[in-house]
């Protein structure tokens, strides 16, 4: 039986969270261009993740991990993140926050898809959620007489790089024990990556990451760092199905966010969308024989 327990309402927090990051990266694009603005929040957040690993190795409590697995580990794990990061933040100068966060957490049925190519079995659970919310993105993203919105496509092929972020993760979480070691390398990689595609393509002045202080400021400490820690915190007590589920919740929270703050609409046909695909999400998430942790 299904308990809610304060690791549930961690969960539900960071989805909270995850959900208003979108406002803050839609507020960030009116100063600043998408790859500026990711370097600029994946340093804040690399520096604020590399003082709370150095705090756990002076307290002797980080893990030995070999060297050269976590510094491939990082930077394969950083390298799905900055492309799934950089197909989000691009495609938001085309669509709006509800959209991105409904169509980013298709990565959550794609995962299982992903999984095939490695020869697991996929229950029927997970099939039935990915019918559900490719009709979702259909009716969320299709315009009657119009083609598919550039914005929302972005977004799509962006959900498979963060369906290949979580599997990569699942696999070096298995080989690496110091996580935060590699968390820390993985934001810096990304960074690293980020800042360079922001020197190449756009040399942003200062005076508009000046102007866009605010919204780097809260994507990258709240969003990215302390969203990151309590999600790990929180994963420590509560099984990966479960854990995923709460996270769903993020969609629902991006469209309440942009309909509070950006004053985003939702007509009927869009509200059918959403809720096919958060019904998607749901479904595929919700294992017959899982632990609630």
């Not at 590399?50 to 756990?56: A, K, Q």
């Not at 990915?130 to 259909?138: E, R, S």
């Not at 024990?177 to 942003?204: K, N, T, W």
Request: glycine fraction near 10%; charge should be positive.
């Amino acid at each position: 039986m299904f308990r809610l327990t304060f690791s549930h309402l961690l969960l539900l927090l960071v989805a909270a969270i995850w959900g208003s990051g979108f406002v803050a990266q839609k507020l960030g694009l009116e100063h600043i261009g998408p790859y500026s603005f990711n370097a600029a929040r994946l340093a804040l957040a690399t520096l604020a993740l590399l003082l709370v690993w150095r705090c756990i190795r002076r307290r002797g409590l980080a893990p030995q991990t070999r060297l050269p697995l976590l510094l491939g580990g990082g930077a394969l794990a950083g390298a799905f993140l900055f492309a799934g990061l950089t197909f989000q933040q691009v495609g938001l100068q085309y669509t709006t926050a509800t959209n991105a966060g409904f169509i980013t957490s298709l990565y959550l049925v794609i995962v299982p898809l992903l999984g095939l190519l490695a020869g697991q079995r996929t229950r029927w659970q997970t099939w039935s959620g990915i019918v559900l919310a490719v009709a979702g993105l259909y009716y969320l993203s299709m315009k009657p007489g119009a083609g598919l919105n550039r914005g929302d496509l972005l977004q799509f092929i962006g959900a498979f790089f963060w369906a290949g972020h979580v599997v990569a993760l699942g696999w070096l979480s298995r080989h690496i024990r110091d996580f935060a070691g590699l968390s820390v390398l993985q934001f810096a990689m990304a960074a690293l990556l980020a800042i360079l595609a922001a020197r190449v393509l756009e040399q942003e002045p200062v005076s508009a990451l000046v102007q866009a202080a605010p919204a780097i400021l809260y994507s990258g400490l709240v969003v990215i760092a302390l969203g990151f820690t309590l999600q790990v915190l929180a994963q420590q007590v509560v099984s990966a199905s479960v854990a995923a589920l709460m996270l769903s919740f993020e969609a629902a929270f991006a469209a309440l966010m942009g309909w509070l703050f950006l004053g985003e609409s939702i007509g009927p046909r869009e509200l059918a969308g959403c809720s096919l695909m958060l019904a998607g999400l749901l479904v595929s998430q919700l294992p017959g024989t899982a632990k609630t942790g």
